[in-house]
């Protein structure tokens, strides 16, 4: 009997709020940061990229196999439901283009780069000044897509609060639907 894999939405949630906790720690910490901890630490930063660029691929073969698995509601009107598709769209495109842009890093680097400290990123080409502008194209992405994804989250408070829809409460762990 073939393992029953759950249901798209099921997944896709637990897959959204397993994202969360690394975007948050890839806004605040450099790697930079993590070489002052020690070496562990730096290995556990590429791990926690490993996993995060594995999240976002998969985001974004589920949104180009599927489509976008969320709708706008019934109680959305006007420019909530006009912002609604563009919004959630660019956050998943935004992650596949961190995750495109983090590649382009190793191959334009000057020495091979390993993601989790065990899958090499690319072959690299050796050509600092791409390396510089892919990097400072990588940094100003992803912190663009930071403030879409803050946008986000205050799209969907708003919803719950001044629309009273269900949106967020959908969204939301079990464990925590109780208190929404």
Known sequence: MP???PPRRTWLKALHWSVVPLFIWFLLVQPRDVASWGNWAVKLHSIFGLIFVAMCLTWTVSLIWQGLAS???PKL???????HRPLHLTIIWGLFGVALTGFLLGLTASRILFAGTILPIAPPMGLPEANQWVGTLHTVEFYALGVVVGLHAA????RHYRLRDNALRIMAP??????L
Request: glycine residues 8%; positive net charge; hydrophobic residues 45%.
């Open 3 to 5: 393992f029953p894999f």
């Open 71 to 73: 709708r706008p509601g």
């Open 77 to 83: 009107r006007g420019w909530a439901r006009r912002i």
């Open 155 to 158: 799209y969907h408070i708003w």
């Open 174 to 179: 079990k464990a925590l639907q109780r208190f």
